[in-house]
């Protein structure tokens, strides 16, 4: 298999995985955090339709973010699970003090910390860490970022 369709197969369903992870903590009730519905709602004020076009947003993210990893791996000359699980470690630190705090002035239909919702900014911002979607949203960011992370560099051959 030629390194673009190896990278784009193990990619995709590294991806697969996390967006699995991620919406069963949800359902578990693990966190209230929904990234493919935050991205969404950044596209339409439809929820309902959010949700698909979020979806596709996330797995397209997780994609492109797979080609970084890749990177990472081909620039090293060699990818393992424990490359990939620090990958990993680093990725879900950049989104949860980074990305997450920041995602308020980046969204049309989020409130901020500052400010409280309004009629169209409806979203509850999920504040560093993302601790206002619940205690273990951490957690289950970093594991699912983690095993994203394992999953790509096991998998992926330089």
Known sequence: MSWVLDWAVWGFVSTLVLTALL????L????????PFLLGTMLT????????????????????????????????????WWL?????????????????PALPALHPRMASESQSPTEVKQLE??????????????LTALVSHVVFGVLLGSLFRV
């Not at 578990?28 to 990234?35: C, E, G, I």
């Not at 979020?54 to 000359?77: C, D, I, K, Q």
């Not at 911002?125 to 951490?138: A, C, E, F, K, S």
């Open 84 to 100: 990939g699980g620090l990958m990993g470690v680093l990725h879900a630190g950049f989104l949860l003090l980074v990305v997450l």
């Open 45 to 80: 004020a439809d929820r309902d339709r959010a949700k698909l076009y979020g979806l596709g947003l996330h797995l397209l993210n997780g994609l492109l973010f797979s080609g970084v990893y890749v990177a990472a791996f081909a620039a090293w000359g060699r990818a393992s």
């Open 23 to 26: 919406e069963g903590s949800q």
């Open 125 to 138: 911002p999920p504040g560093v860490l993302g601790l206002h979607y619940g205690m273990r949203t951490p």
């Open 28 to 35: 578990l009730r693990l966190t209230r955090m929904n990234l």
